[in-house]
């Protein structure tokens, strides 16, 4: 089971991936009540399952949502990660983790913060966002906020990582899709006899009108298909063509990517660094936790089927 540190990015791509698919099924209403777990003989209710989904899922999406299986899948590893979560809260009640009222004042502004809303939306967004800041501080408390790479490790990180290190430079780019791979071939060949600019071939075989705009963009994080024929362009320089997704391109660099300084290099890697530190602390932890956490399932009382991993 992923680790807790993991969540955030796993509650994204399930999040895309349900749609609006909800958090019940047809059966649900036949399987409510009782708990879902007990967590060394304390039960956890199906009620604070559902209010846990409600709180990822709770939104209007037209992603294609899953069904049957795949469905149930996605939610019992949300619910593996709801347990997970429980554990930590019940040791951060254990050592006292408190969290203010301003704090949760502070972790709740957002881009529109005079939204109107409920007294209950309000008072289950409080909530949620008390449940993640006792989290977030039980584990800067435990995992290790203050953990340091030392000069050999961060020397001998950045001789074996320098290649994706390097991967993070930043280019300016201009993108044209062309219908075939001939046609593209024909634009790129026309373009470096200098006989028909890059806009002009944009506006001229463009087939979206927003084609031809500049992107910043780091190499690093782009798509291999893409990353690999841009490799070693400077400015001004076109790709051969590029198929990516069923659709053939041409890129044109506007400004080429700078050599990465070293300082630059080592900075990256001491932030790396620390991040697998703090993730293998998380880990650990967790799983300290789990060892000493006495949990039993009950699959019964769930509102979908429960699929172990």
Known sequence: MKALLQNSVLMALLVAALGAAGCGNDEGGTRRGGAVATLDGDPVAVAELERYLDAILSFEDDTEPLEGTELDRVKSRLFDAFLEEEILLREAVRRGVEIADAEIDAYLVGPDPDEA????????????????????????????????????????????????????????????????????KRVRREILRGEMAFTEAVEVFGLTPDQGQPMEVSLGDLPQEIRDPLAGLGSGEISEPVEFQG??????????????????LRALAVSELLRLKSQEASDSF?????????????????????LPE
Request: proline share 4%; aromatic share 4%.
């Open 117 to 184: 809303q409920s007294a209950a939306d309000t008072e289950r967004a409080r909530e949620t966002a008390r449940r993640n800041l006792t989290i977030q501080k039980l584990r800067g408390a435990v995992v290790g906020v203050d953990a340091e790479a030392g000069p050999e490790e961060v020397e001998a990180y950045l001789e074996e990582h320098r290649e994706s290190l390097e991967a993070d430079q930043h280019i300016v780019l201009r993108s044209l899709m062309v219908g075939t791979q001939a046609n593209a």
């Open 247 to 264: 659709n053939v391109y041409l890129f044109l660099v506007d400004v080429g990517p700078a050599k990465v300084r070293e300082e630059r």
């Open 286 to 306: 967790m799983s300290s936790l789990r060892a000493q956490t006495v949990v039993e399932i009950h699959p019964e009382n769930l509102p979908f089927d429960y």
